[in-house]
């Protein structure tokens, strides 16, 4: 068995979780049933005579198919370190280890390369790259990296980086929001009130997370438009050290009311301190990084 093959066939790791992406927040049913703690999946070990399956093991992947969970499977594996900068990548080899076609590791190659993870040139073959070369703001990367051995990185990185976004976001925002938009936050905040009464976590947390995409979204910035993602990203792996997003109760509620409050009667500076109080960090509550969300 060769190198790669065995590092892949040991090292791969499965996700779950429960959170939904941007896109995925029309419904917010309040009656639903509780949601469960989120588990972590094992890990792979090299025991299971099945391991190279990946139709059964990444139930977390990102996108369908067998070539949305091979890209899982080798960016995790990739970001955590498992497969280092300059390794080759053989797709006969992943091909054979992971039961999928060439067509299917071929995509999966050029979705990695477009993230910056691994670079294809003739005669060289494919190869892993450094971290100076990964995007960073790619949303399947800030994921990898928050469940993966960096994790205390990113958590630092994305709280720094959020901090420096959203305030800022927040007071470009105030009094330029369509009217249909600053209803839809007002809706937000009113979900996330009553997903709060019914300690319906999953709930009050998708309404954040679209409340906060929303929010960067009517900045009138373009440029921070697209970060709103990366925000997204955030919420959802809870990638920071702890703060008012990350502490659903009475006192973050109304903090995310004020700002829209404030998004309302055009006070931007209101809009932003509001944030900056949202976003402050609570160092005496200490998070256990959750497993991955499901896509």
């Not at 791969?12 to 419904?27: H, I, K, M, W």
């Not at 969970?69 to 280092?84: A, E, K, Y």
């Not at 051995?149 to 901090?163: A, K, M, N, T």
């Amino acid at each position: 068995m060769s190198t790669l093959a065995h590092t892949m066939m040991t090292a791969a790791r499965s996700t779950d979780s429960g959170l939904a992406g941007p896109g995925e927040l029309d419904r917010y049913p309040y009656a639903e049933a509780l949601v469960t703690d989120r588990v972590g999946a094992p890990a792979w070990d090299g025991g299971d005579p099945e391991l190279g399956r990946v139709g059964r093991r990444a139930s977390g992947s990102r996108g369908r198919g067998l070539h949305g969970q091979l890209v899982q499977q080798l960016g995790q594996m990739i970001v955590s370190g498992d497969l280092g900068a300059d390794r080759p990548l053989v797709p006969e080899e992943i091909g054979q280890r992971f039961e999928v076609s060439r067509t299917v590791v071929r995509e999966s190659l050029r979705v990695l390369e477009a993230k910056g993870l691994v670079s294809a040139r003739p005669n060289v073959g494919t190869r892993v790259r450094p971290v100076s070369d990964w995007n960073l703001l790619d949303p399947d990367i800030i994921e990898w990296r928050a469940f993966g051995p960096q994790r205390d990185d990113q958590r630092r990185e994305l709280s720094e980086l959020r901090w420096t976004i959203e305030p800022l976001a927040a007071r470009l925002a105030a009094g330029h929001g369509r009217e249909e938009v600053q209803q839809r936050l007002c809706d937000m905040v009113e979900i996330m009130s009553h997903a709060l009464a019914q300690g319906d976590a999953l709930t009050y947390s998708r309404a954040d997370t679209e409340f906060h995409a929303l929010l960067i979204q009517i900045a009138g910035n373009r440029m921070l438009e697209h970060l709103s993602g990366i925000v997204s990203a955030a919420l959802q792996v809870s990638g920071g050290p702890v703060t008012g997003c990350d502490r659903p109760n009475e006192a973050s509620l109304a903090q995310h009311a004020r700002i829209v409050d404030a998004l309302g009667t055009g006070d931007g500076t209101a809009a932003e301190t509001a944030m900056r109080q949202l976003l402050t960090v609570h160092p005496e509550v200490e998070r256990v990084v959750p497993a991955p969300r499901e896509h």
